[in-house]
């Protein structure tokens, strides 16, 4: 047998694809592995270049196969996708991946370490705290509306309504289901002090990170923004420059266009939602504060456009500025004002 030099491999639960070329492009290997013979197959193999889809245990997998020597890269799914040829099945999937992990305009993603994808994962947690908030504070809201107890918008008037339910004389929500909004009203609470935990773990995980201190320096950037920023971009210098990680992110107009005529649509809305919902609400933040009136460039956009619309122009600033910090590991230093 030829000597492997490029391999794609499917990850999945169980049942892994193998698909190796030589150096030639000729298909020297295609099997399949259980999860238990993976790193006991890729230990005999000599040092190779392994493509793998950046998808669920990506990360685990490339460490994993990087401790036996191996070059391991993460290709985004979808710009893997484009090189699978007729039907879709893991087989396919994994001559794709080899395909397009040999490619020199290839772009990868960063691999991270046990550390880094630790300080990523407690994001995600605090991520669907905060979704199981806010659908027991919808429920909460729907149900008693139904008995005319309506209250203002905004989190802050939840409280309202757990005081109506604690209230014994209060008798406008039948039983049995006031016990069960009392339930209710119990999660929300226990919801809130988990919440408050996981903010305290983050920031204080944060504090010991040096690109985590310079972002915080920047106005608009909390310590939730800060450190999910230091977690999740591994290596920015992978970005030419601020612009890209941008757009990265999703904060730019959508373009469709043929024939020399483009037209710009939405923001595309790619890459990381958590970070770009994070700027976008830090942008949101500036925009309440006296900030947004001094600053002449905030202050003529508002007299134009939309306030949302204006937010996600800041949040792409705020994104490049962030960029250009953690390419340089200094701290914000805002220019003097025009005179």
């Known amino acids: 047998m030829k000597e492997i030099s490029t391999i794609g491999l499917d990850i999945a639960k169980k ?3 193998v698909h190796g070329v030589d150096e030639e492009g000729a298909v020297v290997v295609r099997r399949s592995l259980r999860r238990g013979q993976v790193v006991g197959w890729f230990a005999k193999l000599a040092p190779c270049l392994i493509g793998v889809e950046a998808c669920a245990t990506a990360h685990y997998w490339a460490r994993e196969l990087g401790k036996l020597g191996h070059s391991v890269k993460l290709i985004p799914p979808s710009y893997a996708k484009a090189y699978v040829r007729r039907n ?12 397009a992990v040999s490619r020199p305009s290839m772009r990868f993603v960063a ?16 991520e669907l705290l905060m979704k199981q908030r806010t659908m027991t504070m919808n429920t909460l809201r729907s149900l008693m509306a139904e008995f005319g107890i309506v209250v203002m918008e905004g989190a802050r008037h939840i409280a309202e309504l757990e005081a109506i339910l ?3 004389k209060d008798k406008r929500v039948p039983e049995p289901l006031h016990t069960g909004l009392l339930k209710l009203a119990e999660t929300l609470g226990s919801l809130n002090s988990r919440i408050e935990a996981i903010d305290k773990t983050i920031v204080a995980a944060g504090r010991g990170n040096a690109t985590f201190r310079h972002l915080i320096t920047i ?3 909390g310590p939730i923004l800060s450190s999910a920023m230091a977690a999740m971009v591994i290596d920015p210098k992978t970005f030419k420059n601020g612009r890209h990680f941008a757009a990265s992110l999703g904060l730019v107009p959508r373009q469709e266009g043929t024939g020399g005529k483009v037209k710009l649509g939405p923001i595309s809305k790619r890459g990381n939602g958590y970070l770009r919902r994070l700027l976008v609400n830090g942008a949101m933040a500036i925009l309440a504060t006296k900030r947004a009136k001094q600053d002449p460039w905030l202050a003529r956009l508002l007299a134009t456009k939309k306030r949302k619309l204006v937010a996600v122009a800041l949040a792409n600033k705020m994104a490049r500025i962030g960029w250009a910090l953690m390419t340089r590991q200094e701290d914000f230093c805002a220019l003097p004002a025009a005179a």
């Open 166 to 168: 604690a209230d014994p």
């Open 15 to 17: 049942v892994f694809e």
């Open 111 to 126: 691999i991270k370490s046990e550390e880094q994808q630790a300080a990523a994962g407690i994001h995600r947690v605090r």
């Open 219 to 221: 106005p608009g950037y």
């Open 88 to 99: 879709k099945n893991d087989a396919a999937d994994a001559a794709a991946i080899c395909e």
